[in-house]
């Protein structure tokens, strides 16, 4: 698997000149809409937002916790028979406007 190196930018498969790159992380219940709009949506920010699908059907439908630690994991065998048949795109970045320049 690809492993990223923080100390050295040392990024596997990654475009020449790409850097480290540091995002917010902030809760959803501490982000206003202008607030969100303003600091990441206008100038195009990367932010990654907690807590937006705790509510989410698929949280409690499409996971299950094991019962010996109590570790929250997909549903493997449920997702399987909903979707076994349901093809998943997935990005490969081979497209111009991705990645560093």
Not at 1 to 22: I, R
Not at 78 to 98: C, K, M, S, W
Request: proline share 9%; hydrophobic share 30%; net charge negative.
């Amino acid at each position: 698997s690809d492993h990223y190196d923080d100390a050295t930018n040392d990024k596997p498969n990654a475009p020449p000149n790409c850097t480290a790159l540091v995002v917010d992380s902030v809760h959803h219940d501490e982000l206003t809409q202008n607030d969100f709009f303003r600091r990441y949506m206008v100038p195009n920010v990367p932010v990654i937002i907690h807590g937006l699908t705790q509510e989410w059907p698929a949280q409690s439908q499409w996971t299950e916790k094991r019962q010996s630690d109590g570790v929250v994991k997909p549903a493997v065998t449920t997702l399987a028979r909903l979707y076994e048949n349901d093809i998943a795109p997935v990005h490969t970045q081979r497209h111009p406007g991705f990645g560093c320049t």
